[in-house]
Every structure is written in structure tokens, then in C-alpha cells.
């Protein structure tokens, strides 16, 4: 079965850091894309950053460029998401999701969303 397993939010102050993880199983790490997203309360869901196993590339949003990073390891199936500089307004439930071939992601289908982890940033 697939599983994308995110982990890692929690309460941080303003300016800190957290990191992000999510780790796949049940496909072909190496041939997909895996992507964060994250959705606050009221707002839509916003594609933060993407990284491509299959062909390198990645991208990451004008949001959060400068202050979050986004890795892969190969050798545990898993995807970082390194959050620094945190602001209030990145408070948000953060999803990672995969499909395969190269970044952006698309439209993941449903078997390939995470369940989220959330992210609070105090002010």
C-alpha cells in the first residue's frame, strides 16, 4: 500500500525553525515527485515546494523562497522540508504529496496525499 507519512510540526515562536519530514513507501521512490503543500484555516491549499527523484527538479514558492528548503534521501524514502525563519502567517496544516515524474506536482491522486502535520507559529 502507499503511505506518505508526515511528521515534525509543532508549536514554534516566531523567527525558529522546524523540519519537516515525510517518508514513502509502497512505489518507486526514485521515479516520483514528492511535494509539500500546506492549508490554513480559511484559505486554499498552497504548493510550497516540490522536488523530483526522477529527474532533479524542484521548485519552491516565491511564499517561502529564501527561508524553507526542501532535500530528499534516497536511502530512507524520505523528503525534508526545512522551515527557517518561521513567520506567524506560515500557521498551517502541511501535507506532503507524491506523483510520479517531475515537479510540479500535478494532481496527486488521493493514495498519494500524507495526512498532514501542523504547523503553529506564535507570534
Known amino acids: 500500500d502507499v503511505q506518505l507519512q508526515a511528521s515534525g510540526g509543532g508549536l514554534v515562536q516566531a523567527g525558529g525553525s522546524l523540519r519537516l519530514s515525510c517518508a514513502a513507501s509502497?512505489?518507486?521512490?526514485?521515479?516520483?515527485?514528492i511535494g509539500w503543500f500546506r492549508q490554513a484555516p480559511g484559505k486554499e491549499r498552497e504548493g510550497i515546494s516540490c522536488?523530483?527523484?526522477?529527474?532533479?527538479?524542484?521548485n519552491v514558492a516565491d511564499s517561502v523562497k529564501g527561508r524553507f528548503t526542501i532535500s530528499s534521501d534516497y536511502r530512507k524514502n524520505t523528503v525534508y522540508l526545512q522551515m527557517n525563519s518561521l513567520k506567524p502567517e506560515d500557521t498551517a496544516v502541511y501535507y506532503c504529496?507524491?506523483?510520479?515524474?517531475?515537479?510540479?506536482?500535478?494532481?496527486?491522486?488521493?493514495?498519494?496525499w500524507g495526512q498532514g502535520t501542523l504547523v503553529t507559529v506564535s507570534s
Open positions: 509502497g512505489f518507486t521512490f526514485d521515479d516520483y515527485a
Open positions: 504529496a507524491a506523483e510520479w515524474g517531475a515537479c510540479p506536482l500535478i494532481r496527486p491522486s488521493r493514495d498519494y
Open positions: 522536488i523530483s527523484n526522477r529527474d532533479g527538479s524542484r
